[in-house]
């Protein structure tokens, strides 16, 4: 178990009956799906594991995993409700219950696919779409919204369901963000090597382990874009939804006095905890790259090679501000890993370091986001609290999710 002990979660037995109850709240083996659908939009990535045990003593075996495109209209209408100026009060009623059913069907396709029964599924755990993340209000509380009901998936597929699992932490002072640094300290902290977790997804974030770290010298905030904004200028210059391999990059030259004044941003000097999303790095900052880009005379590559030396750029220098011990080894996970510029420049930036992926540590790149939500789901179940003060700033550590059981 987790020094940091349980939560109050174990009363949740009450009416399932003896033996559901103690084998719901445990940490015995059990199959448990993670989703998780980003701030790029592509879709809703569907990890299926199987674990057991509890904080540094946790077991995770991948069984599956598949990742379940957002048709046109749907992407559409998450981004266009995204934004303050064009959301829909109405509309974002209805999407968080429509994609409550992708989500559903994103299960059973990747347990058909896979050969795994419905029935054999124990816990899901659902990161939700992120609309809007506001932890650092002027005034109003901290505030943050992910939909895609996990009530009503509960009960559309029969399994228990967690999600919603930024809001203890922010109802504790915290950013709510990151979340992934809870699995990134339990399963990837080495005895003898300085690491960085880098997740490449539409924001980077990092969790910085230091040698035999404990959890409560975990340091993780997000750092800036990823792919995001390389994500929109594409979309926007060749209709591609990002830039494969990085190649699009590749063929343009960084503009030095561009990403000079991008990395001006002020988010980049504020000290964790931190964290952030669409709210900064919008559509709206997109067409500002465009038009500056156009007002310098550069071609679509090269704007697009600038965003990307922006991405790297914003990394390296977080590391350098906010990290305080040389880095041994940098492990890559996310969409922006397979972007062979990205993680050339990375590896550039980072000459005394090892760069590798998520993958070659037994932890597939792609799945990794969706996997920590399947972890943190099977934590919650068996009551263990997984919020980081040291990570988000709360002034306690947090129960992270809302347990929804399905009817019967």
């Not at 980077?204 to 997000?222: E, P, Y």
């Not at 709360?394 to 809302?402: E, I, L, N, T, Y």
Request: aromatic fraction near 6%; glycine fraction near 12%; charged fraction near 15%.
């Amino acid at each position: 178990m987790s020094s940091f002990g349980a939560g109050k979660g174990v009363g949740l037995g009450a009416g399932l009956g003896a033996a559901a109850g103690s084998e719901l709240l445990s940490h015995s083996k059990r199959f448990v799906v993670g989703l998780m659908s980003g701030t790029s939009l592509d879709g809703v990535d569907v990890a299926i594991a199987e674990i057991k045990g509890s904080g540094t003593r946790l077991s995770i075996k991948t069984r599956a995993f598949a990742s379940q495109p957002y048709d046109e209209d749907l992407k559409q209408r998450i981004l266009r409700n995204s934004i303050p100026e064009t959301s829909s009060v109405a509309e974002l009623c209805k999407l968080n219950v429509e994609l409550a059913y992708v989500y559903a069907a994103a299960i059973k396709k990747t347990c058909s696919r896979f050969a795994i029964s419905l029935e054999d599924i124990g816990l899901v755990g659902s990161h939700g779409q992120t609309m809007y993340h506001d932890p650092s209000p002027a005034k109003l509380p901290a505030a943050t919204l992910q939909i895609g009901d996990p009530a009503t998936l509960a009960h559309l597929i029969g399994i228990p369901v967690v999600g919603d699992f930024r809001m203890g932490d922010m109802a504790l002072g915290g950013q709510g963000a990151p979340l992934v640094p809870y699995v990134d300290w339990a399963v990837f902290s080495s005895p003898d090597e300085n690491r960085v977790l880098l997740n490449l997804g539409g924001i980077a974030n990092i969790s910085a382990l230091t040698a035999g770290c404990k959890r409560t010298d975990v340091v993780a905030f997000d750092t800036g874009p990823a792919n995001m904004l390389i994500d929109g200028l594409m979309q926007q210059f060749t209709g591609a939804w990002y830039d494969k391999n990085g190649a699009f990059a590749a063929s343009g030259v960084v503009n030095d006095s561009l990403l000079k004044q991008w990395l001006q941003h002020p988010y980049f000097e504020l000290p964790p905890p931190k964290s952030t999303g669409r709210e900064l790095f919008n559509a709206a900052f997109v067409q500002q790259m465009v038009a500056q880009g156009r007002e310098k005379g550069l071609s679509d590559q090269d704007v697009v090679a600038t965003a990307t030396a922006f991405t790297v750029q914003s990394i390296l220098d977080a590391l350098s501000k906010f990290v305080e011990f040389p880095v041994d080894r940098v492990i890559v996970s996310g969409g922006g890993s397979h972007n062979e510029t990205l993680m050339n420049g990375l590896a550039l930036g980072l000459p005394h370091a090892h760069v590798d992926s998520a993958t070659q540590h037994g932890f597939d790149s792609d799945a990794k986001e969706a996997l920590c939500f399947a972890v943190l789901a099977h934590e919650a179940m068996g009551g263990v609290a997984t919020g980081m003060p040291s990570v988000t700033g709360a002034r306690g550590c947090a129960f992270s999710g809302k347990i929804c059981m399905p009817g019967k």
